[in-house]
């Protein structure tokens, strides 16, 4: 079930990914500060990827993880911007740290997802019996 669940994780993710990358660097193109470029390329993100991420990937409709999906996603955006700034001492380069940051940040977002926001119906069976 997990390879199933990362397959598909991996290819949504593609899906989400270029979609806030674009977004990302839209904003970065248009003059952005990083940091802001980050927010708000986020935040649109964050309302598409809910619903990818949910149906696709775990088969979920529940509306109501919505404010916790939200959560994660404010702790991943500090978790991506402290990298892109710390990728960004090294490389000089906003496109590139912001790549690198985002594969990172793709990463633990499949984690969090898998463990903690859609928890297989197994796990939750074996925990109340």
Excluded: Q, W
């Amino acid at each position: 079930m997990l390879k199933n669940h990362l397959i598909r994780f991996m290819f949504v993710g593609l899906l989400n990914t270029l979609f806030g990358y674009s977004l990302y660097a839209l904003f970065i193109y248009l003059g952005f500060i990083y940091y802001l470029a980050i927010i708000f390329s986020t935040a649109l993100g964050a309302l598409f990827n809910f619903k990818t991420i949910g149906k696709l990937v775990f088969n979920s409709n529940d509306n109501s993880l919505f404010f916790l999906f939200i959560f994660y996603y404010l702790a991943l955006s500090l978790l991506n911007i402290c990298l892109v700034n710390f990728f960004t001492k090294f490389i000089n380069d906003y496109y590139v740290s912001g790549f690198l940051s985002v594969v990172i940040c793709a990463l633990a977002s499949f984690i969090i997802n898998r463990k903690l926001m859609y928890k297989p119906k197994e796990f939750i069976c074996e925990k109340i019996n």
